[in-house]
């Protein structure tokens, strides 16, 4: 695959803003690819750790529980980061979180919105749905070869047709005015080395600062994984970032699911 050379997206833009040693100093933009996800995990091409994707249209954009992700051509963020070194401990659920927790503090530092996460890989503004996080991985043997990290980050797409499980937003729809996205983009991934850096050395201000965002934790919720449905207290998030669920029969955890609001 070959970087495009129409330039819907302004890289010495993006390159000014970028403030990382590893995350996006490999850094290539195309013009249509199934998704960006997809391409990251098939592809050898590109080795560099920290490489990151960027696809102007994706023509099978998925989420998280093979959900559709759709995004229109070139007003939006839909990219992927590539990891893969120093995976042998990798706390997968943390990464997660804290890339979502990158997407909200890239948000509300440069457009002053109130973002609050939903577990565990929603970012929402206003009770609507601004971005989200797909984390997949390839492994050889029982070893992680590669993770990727796919953000969809609606930025200035005002309508959203179609049927969404939490209802859309976008930035420009929140902040009233149109959004660069090279600096969205270069804020994000900043936030993002820095967080990984801080799943390492201090793991419990990631988790600190996501549950600040979190509105759910204390709330009754309701959990669906599969048609199955619990029903329970959303105590709190564990160290490893799994929620810890207090039911009738005791105190559970819960791994995987769809949570909302009982
Ligand atoms: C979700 O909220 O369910 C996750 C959405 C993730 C969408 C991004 S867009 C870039 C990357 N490529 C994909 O196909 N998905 C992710």
Redesign the pocket.
Known sequence: MKPIDRKSFNHEDFYIKLDTEVVGRNFIEVDEID????FLLRTDEYTQNGTVIM?DF?T??????D?E?S?MKEQNL???VLLNENLDDVNINLLILGSALAVAQSLEYLYQLKVNLKWP??VLVNGK?IA???LESTSRGSNIDKLVI???INVNQMNFPGKYNIIPTSVKSEFKSTVNRERLLAEVLNNLEQTFQDIYTSPEKVLNAWRDRCKMIGEKIKVEDDGKIKYGIFENITDNGFIILKTAAGKELIHIGDVSIR
């Open positions: 998704s960006t996800n997809s696809a994706q099978e954009g998925r989420g998280r529980r959900r992700w995004s839909t990219f992927s890989n929603d749905k989200g996080i797909l796919g953000f969809g």
